[in-house]
């Protein structure tokens, strides 16, 4: 059977060698297609029971040139680009892969952190993380990687997740919030994980952002879509200590740089998960899962239903 991995942003070269090995020692057959076009999926879906992407947009126009498709697997923890109901009414087992990549994010958030903190190396004396309190908007994979790592630096961490019990958050050193109001009010850094959903998306804006304490700095590895551009760009100018960094870039970067310069900070592409340790697990897992729902229908991570 056809394994088709379609990727925009290429996994490193031993996450590929890696995926063709367990795809090919499994009996079935690989397609890699790096940087390709929508045409060129379109051509690549045709003959394809499975399907590996990332954050690559799979729509219904895409499975109705699949016949043969079974199986997408986003090699990743978002879901939020694969169009579910359309995968459902097509008959296609949609899965993530959730932890595989979840370190490679959680310690970009320091890496951002740091940068902002000491005003992205420009000379001038900064400030450190030892001490301050970071929150976490979401104690999911991602979140829990990142409580672990701020313990290193010596900062208090909480966190807000309707999903997570207190005593699970207790249990890692993490003092449980139930508000977002808390969440933005008690903490001078703020990391957010939460998934863009119709729930989240334009959550982030004016008012939660005018509660942070002096020098506060929002850190996005999440989503761009659970941000309020307009509301976040108009905290910004009434506070000139407030920050913002973000691994993906908002739609109105280049206003956002114009006006704060030094305050915000865009990844050129986004990095979170761009490791080779993180391409090699979520792409192995990611073949794995494939490989055995194509077998024998195993769908423990399915998002749709
Ligand atoms: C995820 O949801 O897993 C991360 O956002 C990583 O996305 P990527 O595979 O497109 O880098």
Redesign the pocket.
Known sequence: MKILVFTE?PFAPAAVKAIADTVNTSGNELELVEGGTHADLLEAVKNAEGLIV??DKITSEIMDAAPKLKVIV?????YDNIDLDAATKHGICVM?TPGQ?SNA?AELVFGMLVMMCRNQYNGKAGSELKGKRLGLYAFGQVGRNVARIAKGFGMEVSALDKFVPDVMMEGEGVKPLHDAKELFSQNEFVSLHIPATPETKGSIGYDLMMLMPKNGVLVNTA?KEVIDEAGLMKALEERPDLRYVSDIKPDTAEEFEKKFAARVFFTPK?M???TAEANFN?GVAAAEQVIAYLKDGWNKYQVNK
């Open positions: 942003k990332r954050s986003r090699a990743g923890a978002g993530n990549n994010v989503r986004k979170g998960a761009q979520a």
